[in-house]
Each structure stands twice: as C-alpha cells, then as structure tokens.
C-alpha cells in the first residue's frame, strides 16, 4: 500500500524515518530515492547521513544542530514537488554475470521441487527479466532486488541453511538476492556471481546503486573461473551500459 502522506518515526533521539508504504513497490521506492537525493543536494548542516530501504528513508541527524521540526518542514517543502508521481530516476544498467551450474546453484533442486519446476527452467527464468536495485541490506554488498517473475516466487525457508558462498545468487519471498559474505539465510542459492558488490577498497565500495537495473547474463564455470581471477586482480567484470 501506498502512503497519501509520509509517516514520521522517532528511531532514538538523532535519528528520523519517513515511512512511504508498507509494500515492496517501485512507486513507494522511486519516492523514497526521489527524497534522498534532494535532501542530500540541500546540504543542511546537522545532517549526517541518509539510508534508503524499499518503503522508507531512515535520515541521522544531529539534534543540537538540526531541529526536528525544522527537518520535518525541509522534507515536506521537497515532498509537496511530488504530486504523487514521483520521477523514476535514471540509474545505471548493470548486466551481472551468473553461473547456474550445480556445483554453484546449492539449493536448485530444492527450488525446482518447491515451485514444480524442471530445474532448467530456472536459470531460463532468471535472466529473462531486467530487476530494479531497491536497496542494500542485513550486510555489506547484500543487494535486494525486484522484478522476480512470479513463476519464481516461493517463500523463504522457515529455517535457515548453514552459510552461503561469497557471491551467491539467490531467490525468495518474490525477490532476488545478490549476497557477498558467508552468512546463514533462509534464501535459495540458485547460482553465483564471481563480481564483488561490496569491497572496502574501492571508492565507493558499494558497486551498484538503489534505482539501478540488473541483467544477469548466463555463464558457464569455465568462464567464471576466468573473470573470478580478473575479479581477485581488482577489476569490475561486471557491464555497465547508459540507461535508456
């Protein structure tokens, strides 16, 4: 659902969200980016940092410095620029490239079983689409995506499984997911990425955006060893094309 008009949320006593909905939606998301990058262009002293989610934007500030009432009345100034449609921002269109073999894709079957699937399918259905970067999240470089074709929708485990590998590319509760670091996860691994989205050495180290598409392109394992070695090297494999 979409909000008619934002909430404001206290989270502590320096630290404001501006709720838009309750929906993972690409108008609720195009609002919350549209907030985020006028209200970093105004430069306001006190504030600290901005983190766009799906359906809100969570703003550190500095109360001493920056009145509440006072960063209330910037955000509604901004807000009234809406009009309830707001612009969908041109990010970039990244093509990721992704190795579905079994050896990389650990939960396949298990997926193909859950949504009544032949398990080559589920490569085909992956990289028909193009997804929209909502956010990052629960850990460094974690890129959420929407746009999953709802032949690939199945709910999250219940329990999750033991770590996933770097790079791991998954799917769940109608999302797919770009991982990074080994963690636990209630996901399905379906394939995996030899691109880095997170690396503390480069500048920025977050490698795509919110309001950036994805395309994932098929490879094969021979060919993910290779851009795998490339990646080590420091270099980005994956493309990067202007969006339309």
Same mark, same amino acid.
């Given at each position: ?9 206290? !989270? ?39 983190? /766009? ?5 969570? &703003? ?13 009345? &910037? %955000? ?10 707001? /612009? ?39 990289? !028909?689409?193009?997804? +929209? ?16 074709? !709802? ?5 999250? +485990? ?19 997911? &770009? ?12 394939? +995996? ?8 050495? +480069? ?6 955006? /919110? ?24 270099? &980005? %494999? ?5 969006? !339309?």
């Amino acid at each position: 659902m979409i909000a008619n008009t934002p909430r404001f949320l206290d !989270q502590g006593e320096a630290t404001l969200v501006v709720e838009f909905g309750d929906s993972v939606d690409p108008e609720i998301n195009a609002k919350v980016l549209f907030l985020d990058v006028e209200l970093n262009s105004k430069k306001v002293s006190g504030l600290q940092e901005t983190t /766009p989610s799906y359906r809100s934007l969570l &703003i550190c500030y500095e109360p001493l410095e920056l009145k509440r009432a006072l960063l209330i009345e &910037i %955000i509604e100034e901004i807000l009234s620029k809406l009009n309830n449609f707001p /612009p969908m921002l041109s990010g970039r269109v990244w093509t990721i490239p992704c190795c579905y073999d079994g050896s990389f894709a650990e939960d396949l079957t298990e997926a193909a079983q859950a949504l009544s699937l032949p398990k080559e399918d589920i490569s085909r259905l992956h990289t !028909q689409p193009s997804y +929209r970067v909502y956010m990052y999240g629960f850990a460094p470089g974690w890129c959420y995506l929407g746009g999953l074709p !709802q032949a690939l929708s199945l709910p999250r +485990r219940l329990t999750p499984r033991s770590p996933t590998p770097n790079g791991a590319i998954m799917i769940g509760g109608g999302l797919s997911l &770009i991982g990074t670091h080994p963690m636990p996860t209630g996901w399905y691994v379906i394939g +995996r990425t030899p691109e880095r989205l997170f690396s503390i050495n +480069r500048d920025p180290p977050f490698l795509l955006s /919110p309001g950036d598409t994805v395309l994932f392109e098929k490879i094969t394992l021979a060919r993910f060893f290779d851009l795998e070695r490339r990646v080590m090297n420091g270099e &980005i %494999i994956a493309k990067m094309a202007d969006s !339309q």
